[in-house]
């Protein structure tokens, strides 16, 4: 076996440093755009105010202060990872109506993953983990759909599928929860009886 003599070994670190340099840049500098831009439409995350329009759930005070001001709901998935009909409800509603322009703007969409260890701030500034956040709004089963008003008060709610009629039911909560979050001293607004709301 030959031995390459110092010189060239040098030369090819060096190469492959400023391979590993470059590669780096042109991967770090749309990062660091869309950062910049505070993650605007160029950047392909749809906003509603300063907010992600769908996203994990991790910041409910900056959520709800876009809710007050926009006057529309949040609805939260709560889903987990050892459960396929989730990912069925993911997979043929919550997906297509992510990309449906008729459902943006009108409402926040939030995913919590219930057996993850994912942290978020609560509303009183403190982090808690997914499994809290669940216990609090008695969520006992999933896939589960919560929708919150703008106050943090419970809208309405929808557990477990039937998918002949789940597209049915979730557009119905969903005109139920934007007419909620814009109108919300009707009747039909109090999902109270249903389980408690962040309120």
Known sequence: MTKMPTHHRASARRRFSLMLLMTAFFIATPVYAAAQNGGDSDSGVEMVGNVAYVDHLTNLPADFAVMREKKIPMMIF???SYCG???Q??????????LDPEFKGRLLIRRVLVDGDTKYIGLDGKEHDYPHLANKLEVRGVPYILFLAPDGSRITSIQGTAYEFYDYYLSK?????TDCAKH????????????PGLN
């Open 78 to 80: 709560f889903h987990a």
């Open 85 to 87: 009909y989730c990912v």
């Open 89 to 98: 409800v993911d997979n043929q509603f919550l997906i297509p109506m992510r």
């Open 173 to 177: 909560d969903i005109n139920l929860a």
């Open 184 to 195: 919300p001293n009707q009747k039909k607004c109090d999902g109270s009886k249903n389980g």
